[in-house]
């Protein structure tokens, strides 16, 4: 069953701007990844937060959890053009052997 | 280069002819997985390996098989595929062990079309 539901579905934005992404998930989780995925092509790990985080900071990548509400945030700064792709928030869930459970992602396109 | 292959890359078959994309990692991982990716269902887990010789069942596991003889080696198996088989298969491998443990690192992906 699809644990994350990332918000929105689509995005779209002009280079420069900010780019925001939620996602909301049911369980209690280990952690939550954030990945990136170009058209049709394979996931890349962008960031991983534990449970026990709040706020993350990787590059132009800022991830935010907050357990109370099984929520994440993924801010992207500063987009670019090659920032174009659907990103994912992954969940792993306590005693799930490492299974990642993904959200639908969201669709983010960045004009130049 | 530390990476995660699958072959074929892209496959076009017809329904009850056994196949099989192959999955090989070189960053001796102990874990592996194979999910497949619908649109509007996002990734879901078919199988999971947590090494050699333990398979175990993700979420979608009916139709499909696996095995791990090798540590490096996660094939998906195919016995006779049907149409609600089209999908693109994605392979991922992942050290517990490791400093970036949990960070599962993905093959490139094999679309799978079934007439």
């Known amino acids: 069953s699809q644990q994350g539901e990332e918000d929105p579905q689509a995005l779209s934005i002009q280079e420069g701007e900010n780019a925001t992404m939620n996602c909301s998930y049911k369980t209690s989780i280990n952690n939550l990844q954030w990945y990136r995925q170009n058209s049709g092509r394979g996931l890349v790990h962008l960031i991983l937060?534990?449970?026990?985080?709040r706020e993350k900071h990787s590059g132009r990548l800022r991830v935010t959890l907050d357990t109370s509400k099984k929520s994440s945030s993924l801010l992207i700064t500063a987009s670019r053009a090659a920032d174009t792709a659907s990103y994912f928030c992954?969940?792993?869930?306590?005693?799930?052997?490492?299974?990642?459970?993904f959200g639908k992602g969201t669709l983010l396109t960045v004009n130049p | 280069e530390a990476q995660v292959t699958q072959n074929p890359r892209y496959l076009i078959t017809v329904t009850g002819k056994k196949l099989t994309v192959t999955c090989s990692q070189n960053m001796n991982h102990e874990y592996m997985s194979w999910y497949r990716q619908d649109p509007g269902l996002g990734l879901r887990q078919i199988y999971y390996s947590m090494n050699v010789e333990v398979t175990d069942k993700g979420d979608v596991p009916e139709g499909y098989k696996v095995s791990r003889k090798e540590k490096r080696n996660f094939p998906l198996i195919l016995e006779s595929p049907s149409p609600n088989q089209t999908s693109l298969y994605f392979c991922?491998?992942?050290?517990?062990?490791?400093?970036?443990?949990?960070?599962?690192?993905f093959g490139p992906g094999t679309r799978l079309l079934v007439l």
């Open positions: 992954a969940t792993i869930s306590k005693g799930s052997n490492y299974k990642l459970t």
């Open positions: 937060i534990r449970s026990n985080e």
């Open positions: 991922a491998s992942m050290s517990p062990l490791m400093d970036r443990g949990e960070t599962q690192y």
